[in-house]
């Protein structure tokens, strides 16, 4: 039986390495991609012009950008709906600032090269630890030292991004716990990169202190793309969900070439990809492919199961940002939505949200709902 996915996202998934959108992302720091498993369209079909003659919609498409603020009681119909009739969905949230975070800690303060053994997870820890303080602290300097780096690889700026890092640092006057032993890394990154540098030459060498590119559809290289990352971990999690057999899988998708060329880069690299002994299983998902999903292209317009993922797309984007970034005191029908889609999160589970935020945030919308 052929199991159909229905997948949008929302916050703008352009790269995150630009000097464009800076620290703010244009007014969008949070990206989310929704993935709705929806086989019975006759019935949701039915729902839905019961929905628009309750509450008088005249528009074809449902827009979560014309509903969050002006008709939540909408999207909270909508997300009751997919709850009772046990529709699996499959969402990631990105906090965008904290992803560039992850990679400046990842490739510039405590890089793969000069890691201990984490048998205990502390190094990890402290990886999150300073994340999360740059999401909320780190100067302009430093995000446009990084951008640089990232975009026009050379020693020259790699050094610069590092040096910006350590000047922020130790302007903190210890004020963050994990300051000095910050400073320190960097200095030991400096002098790995030294010494990569008269093994493998500069070239090679400062690639290694740079995220991976992203090829687009252009053949460009453009790094930090949000929404990879985050179809990564959708395949993976519909992977841990259908048990490897991926088979009979139509994923859909509003048309967007972009798209398509990068969720079959994303399969790619998957099946390709040898993971070493000893990695920590996630056990919320499975990157291990045997097979292949089929794609769709659809108009959204056309297509209720790309406009239910675009409401849960846009409902979670705009809800964590209000609620956990801007502290807005948001209406209870807002929570009551959010229960909704939070009520997937279990234990092993690959199905529910995935947070991809700072350790601080994550905390208060697990505490808020009992995750």
């Keep these: 039986m052929t199991s159909n996915y229905y997948l949008d996202e929302s916050g703008n998934s352009g790269d995150l390495a630009t000097k464009k959108s800076g620290s703010k992302f244009g007014g969008q720091p949070i990206f989310s991609l929704a993935c709705v498993g929806l086989n019975d369209l006759a019935h949701a079909n039915e729902f839905i012009k019961l929905l628009k003659t309750i509450y008088g919609l005249e528009s074809d498409e449902l827009k979560s950008e014309d509903l969050y603020f002006k008709q939540p009681e909408v999207i909270l119909d909508v997300a009751k709906y997919i709850f009772e009739n046990r529709i699996p969905i499959i969402v990631e949230v990105v906090d965008k600032r904290y992803c560039v975070s992850t990679a400046i800690v990842g490739h510039q303060i405590i890089p793969p090269y000069d890691s201990p053994p984490d048998d205990d997870g502390l190094i990890q820890a402290v990886r999150n630890e300073i994340s999360d303080f740059l999401s909320f602290n780190m100067s302009p300097a430093c995000y446009a030292a990084f951008y640089k780096s990232c975009m026009e690889p050379s020693e020259e700026n790699l050094l610069e991004s590092m040096e910006a890092l350590k000047c922020f640092l130790e302007s903190d006057d210890g004020a963050f716990e994990y300051s000095k032993f910050a400073v320190d890394n960097i200095n030991e990154t400096i002098d790995t990169y030294l010494m990569f540098k008269r093994q493998f030459g500069e070239g090679d060498s400062v690639k290694k202190f740079i ?69 920590p299983e996630v056990l919320t998902a499975d990157f291990i492919l045997k097979d292949e999903p089929a794609f769709r292209f659809v108009k959204s317009e056309e297509s209720l199961g790309v406009q239910f993922a ?12 209000g609620c956990f970034y801007k502290n807005l005191d948001v209406l209870d029908i807002y929570h009551k939505t959010f229960r909704y889609i939070v009520s997937y999160n279990r234990p092993m589970s690959p199905l529910g949200v995935n947070f991809v935020l700072p350790p601080s945030k994550q905390a208060l919308v697990f505490k808020k709902f009992n995750l």
């Design 211 to 279: 995220p991976l590119p992203d090829d687009s559809n252009n053949g460009d290289s453009i790094a930090l793309l949000p929404h990879i990352h985050c179809q990564f971990n959708i395949l993976a999690r519909l992977n841990k969900y259908h048990l490897k057999d991926l088979a009979d899988v139509v994923m859909h998708h509003d048309v967007q070439d972009q798209f398509g060329q990068s969720i079959r880069s994303c399969i790619r690299t998957l099946k390709n990809a040898k993971f070493p002994g000893g990695v």
């Design 310 to 321: 675009d409401l849960l797309a846009g409902f979670v984007s705009r809800y964590i940002n």
